[in-house]
């Protein structure tokens, strides 16, 4: 039988030996009995609905926070299209380099050079707003807010995930609209299948929710979440080919930008929607972003756990 853990002793009375305390609320039917039976194993459902629960708390909480008032939602699509104009003509005059159609042909085609950029941008907003959003949920832990909810059941799991969903979507649907505008009057995007939206949607969605977490979990540990946060800024596009394709960088940065979950998806969202690649052309490269969107959420599980026992140890939720 496991000992209980510093918030099980404070809200349902336990101590080590896992027996109640006189006057104290009952165990809840997931925790260990105190007439020595036999552990009951916890439903299913009611773990489900109590994630469920977390999640919409937090993600309530997240759009709360970023939509302090009307003008957030200008500022949604004017950060991401001001960026993506001002790296189309900086890029653009490469066109004009002698050889350039035969090393990169994108760069000849004015309308094919916006939607590559286009697409980079749109992943890059994806993934760094997550950025931010672990940026911001590591001030929680001078609040006193992060201290609240390590002493109360909710689980950990769910908290850093919808703190990462709640943030990506009301940072992200704007500008993901007006990318979709922007791709009908183009007219450059050329799909093997109807389905592959739906690949190219999770190819975005999925690793980025991972990618949140991981940096939740990283960040409500860390002393110095400004360096992380600058870390991920700027190296994060340059290694992953949001303004650049990847064949234009040396190995050794395309080395680490295959380390991040960015790099993955823009391969499948441009490879899909530009290059018109079916299913089975993407499966290696949807598979390796499986396997990387897997470590991630393994690191997210890691560090939450070390970070906390650590905590209940010395009493400072600082792991790093």
């Known amino acids: 039988m496991r000992s209980p853990k510093p918030h099980e002793v404070l ?24 007439d020595g039976s036999t552990r009951r194993v916890p ?8 994630a469920a629960k977390v999640f919409r708390a937090e993600a309530l909480k997240q759009h709360r926070r970023v939509f302090g008032s009307k ?3 200008f500022s949604m699509v004017l950060w991401p299209l001001m960026q993506l104009a001002a ?24 309308q094919r050079l916006l939607a590559f950029l286009a697409t980079g941008a749109l992943g890059f907003t994806f993934f760094f707003s997550l950025v931010q959003s672990a940026w911001h949920f590591s001030f929680e832990r001078v609040t006193g807010t992060l201290e609240l909810l390590f002493l109360s059941p909710a689980n950990r799991f769910a908290i850093v995930v919808a ?19 922007l791709f009908t009057a183009l007219d450059v995007v050329h799909v093997a299948h109807p389905a592959m939206y739906a690949v190219v949607f999770l190819a975005l969605l999925v690793p980025a929710v991972a990618w949140g977490a991981f940096l939740n979990s990283l ?54 929607l530009l290059d018109g690649r079916t299913l089975g052309e993407l ?18 599980v890691a560090a939450l756990r070390l970070g906390e026992a650590r905590a209940q140890r010395t009493g400072q939720l600082r792991l790093f």
């Open 11 to 34: 809200l349902y009375g336990m101590h080590r030996e896992g027996v109640n305390r006189p006057g104290r609320v009952p165990l809840p039917p997931d925790l260990p009995a105190n």
């Open 43 to 50: 439903r299913k459902d009611g773990a489900m609905r109590h």
């Open 71 to 73: 003008l957030v939602v």
């Open 87 to 110: 790296t189309y003509y900086t890029v653009r005059p490469l066109a004009a380099t002698p050889g350039i159609a035969e090393r990169w042909p994108l760069a000849a085609d004015p």
């Open 163 to 181: 703190n990462g969903f709640g943030a990506l979507v009301p940072n992200a649907w704007l500008f993901a609209c007006f990318m979709v505008a």
């Open 219 to 272: 960040l409500i540990f860390s002393r110095d979440s400004a360096f992380l946060y600058t870390l991920l800024d700027d190296p994060m596009w340059f290694a992953s080919g949001v303004r650049l394709p990847l064949f234009a960088l040396p190995g050794w940065v395309r080395a680490f930008g295959s380390a991040l979950p960015l790099t993955g998806s823009l391969v499948v969202v441009r490879g899909a």
């Open 283 to 300: 499966t290696p490269d949807l598979l390796g972003l499986a396997v990387l969107t897997g470590l991630l959420v393994l690191a997210s």
